[in-house]
């Protein structure tokens, strides 16, 4: 079952961990091991105060945003927000947009000179970045709030379709469903881990049918693996690459057993710090609650009291 609750830790669970890694993103694995993150930092990379969450969390607020006005899913108008947020600043924790990955922003470009929504993501080989990863979580929520917990054709196709308005690659649509069918298996009460070899298989044995999909399938069957979650830490790259952050969210979640050792795991491994804490950090706030995220971290969120609202209205919206 899904409720305003866990809708609320999922997207604040996002954000703080989104905070968290904002001050060190780029920076390299080696230095982190010598001066790891152990709290919420302010400044670093962006020079922002503590508690500044990124483009992870406005795009995805820009996208519940939409959705819960329009009590669907409109492509084109979640474009608009996004475009919003591009040029107004708008769904941000400062007021400021400091940071767009590439394909965002390509994808946003197609947006305003008249490409059909699903097509204006790129689907080039270098454009399988984790830019539509970051943001699927209302997807997820949305899908387990209006059909449940099994995830069919249809409905995975909606995963792909929301991904494909900024990240075409099959390999950005097969990350976005694996990230879905573990999320309905936490909305559905399953242990965390449980719920992470049951999503994994599930996903398997869909796109395991799908001739498109055959060729990129290859590429997942390193996280498909039980042995996965053993890997030694210096086999998890945590590069912007969305395989790469697909993977490293995962094997975090799996090697954890509390949301702030979650994070602080997911940052430590440097790299795209804030995109892989948030990815791991949204997942691991619905199954952990609001009560497991460090209420010191909550504190000095930005715009907590928005991200909230947000949330429970998403919820309102589609329960
Ligand atoms: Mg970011």
Not at 51 to 69: I, K, Q, Y
Not at 134 to 141: G, K, L, Q, T, Y
Not at 152 to 157: F, G, I, L
Request: contains cysteine.
């Amino acid at each position: 079952m899904i409720t305003e609750k866990i809708c609320i830790s999922m997207l604040l669970g996002h954000a703080v961990a989104d905070a968290a890694g904002v001050p060190v993103e780029f920076t390299k694995r080696q230095r982190l091991k010598e001066k790891p993150v152990v709290d919420m930092r302010a400044y670093g990379t962006y020079g922002q105060p503590a508690g500044t969450w990124s483009d992870d969390t406005s795009l995805t607020v820009a996208a519940m945003e939409s959705m819960t006005r329009l009590k669907k899913i409109d492509y084109e108008d979640i474009l608009k927000n996004f475009l919003d947020w591009y040029n107004d600043d708008k769904f941000t924790a400062t007021d400021e947009t400091f940071d767009c990955g590439n394909t965002t922003a390509e994808a946003i470009a197609n947006f305003r000179t008249g490409i059909e929504p699903l097509n204006c993501g790129p689907t080039q080989d270098f454009s399988a970045g984790n830019g539509s990863l970051m943001r699927i979580s209302p997807v997820a929520m949305y899908l387990y709030l209006t059909r449940g917990k099994n995830l069919d054709a249809a409905a995975m196709e909606t995963v792909h379709n929301f991904s494909s308005i900024t990240h075409g690659q099959k390999k950005c649509l097969i990350s976005c469903g694996i990230y879905c069918l573990i999320a309905v298996e936490i909305f559905d009460g399953q242990d965390l881990k449980v719920a992470i070899s049951n999503g994994l298989a599930n996903a398997k044995k869909f796109y395991e049918n799908l001739r498109e999909f055959e060729d990129t399938l290859k590429i997942f069957d390193r996280v498909f693996d039980e042995k996965f979650a053993g890997l030694p830490e210096d086999e998890i790259k945590s590069r912007g690459y969305v395989v790469d952050s697909l993977e490293a969210a995962i094997w975090c979640l799996q090697n954890t057993d509390n949301y702030k050792d979650l994070v602080l795991k997911a940052v430590n491994l440097g790299g795209d710090t804030d995109t892989i804490a948030a990815i791991a950090g949204g997942l691991a706030g619905a199954f952990y609650g609001l009560e497991n995220i460090p209420e010191k971290w909550l504190g000095v969120l930005k715009k907590k009291d928005y991200l909230e609202k947000m949330a429970a209205d998403f919820y309102n919206a589609f329960k």
